[in-house]
T-cell receptor, first 111, second 111 residues
Framework: NAGVMQNPRHLVRRRGQEARLRCSPM?????VYWYRQLPEEGLKFMVY????????ESGMPKERFSAEFPKEGPSILRIQQVVRGDSAAYFC?????????FGPGTRLTVL | EDQVTQSPEALRLQEGESSSLNCSYT??????LFWYRQDPGKGPEFLFT???AGEEKEKERLKATLTKKESFLHITAPKPEDSATYLC????????????FGQGTRLTINP
């Protein structure tokens, strides 16, 4: 059973561009979570999704950030008009309903 | 607001020198307390879940314990490959299933 997959592993964007981060959960897992880890800071919750539904987006910045988990395909975290402060590691986790299992992360660098 | 504090921030041990890492928490009703291991440049790796005070779980050289206010991760006779950052997180009973993480303890085991 493959683990949580994230791509790309590294992403470089210039200020003002869009970043799209993808997450494929473990087989059989219907819960997906996104977390952000800023340099020298801990992991912070962003959003929790189930298929086609956003359950909790209390950790998402109000502007420029959106997430989806469509019926078919991976979950997508989208950041519009990126700024330097968006540079961070973004981790996706999936769960069957209990423990959360993390992917390897996408490291976003904004130039 | 749910909060997790880990101590120490960093710990250096000699190979074979046992010690404990602390995780203090405040949460509005604990659903579960989770321990993860994170290696540089990788995603958190799940270690343990503890649900109620008095519970203990073991895996190789690691043992996790839980009280009503804190959890300890005991490491017995560590080896250099145990070097990593150890993360503690809590999940509250109410609301969605997000994890609230501490800042982590960076453990280094010298040969």
């Amino acid at each position: 059973n493959a683990g949580v997959m994230q791509n790309p592993r590294h992403l470089v964007r210039r200020r003002g561009q869009e970043a799209r981060l993808r997450c494929s959960p473990m087989k059989g897992h219907s819960h997906v979570y996104w977390y952000r880890q800023l340099p020298e800071e801990g992991l912070k919750f962003m959003v929790y999704l189930q298929k086609e539904n956003i359950i909790d987006e209390s950790g998402m910045p109000k502007e420029r950030f959106s997430a989806e988990f469509p019926k078919e395909g991976p979950s997508i975290l989208r950041i519009q008009q990126v700024v330097r402060g968006d540079s961070a590691a973004y981790f996706c986790a999936s769960s069957p309903g209990g423990e959360q299992f993390f992917g390897p992360g996408t490291r976003l660098t904004v130039l | 607001e749910d909060q997790v504090t880990q101590s120490p921030e960093a710990l250096r041990l000699q190979e074979g020198e046992s010690s404990s890492l602390n995780c203090s928490y405040t949460v509005s009703g604990l659903r579960g307390l989770f321990w993860y291991r994170q290696d540089p440049g990788k995603g958190p790796e799940f270690l343990f879940t503890l649900y109620s005070a008095g519970e203990e779980k073991e895996k190789e050289r690691l043992k996790a314990t839980l009280t009503k206010k804190e959890s300890f991760l005991h490491i017995t006779a560590p080896k250099p490959e145990d070097s990593a950052t150890y993360l503690c997180a809590v999940q509250a009973n109410q609301g969605a299933q997000k994890l609230v993480f501490g800042q982590g303890t960076r453990l280094t085991i010298n040969p």
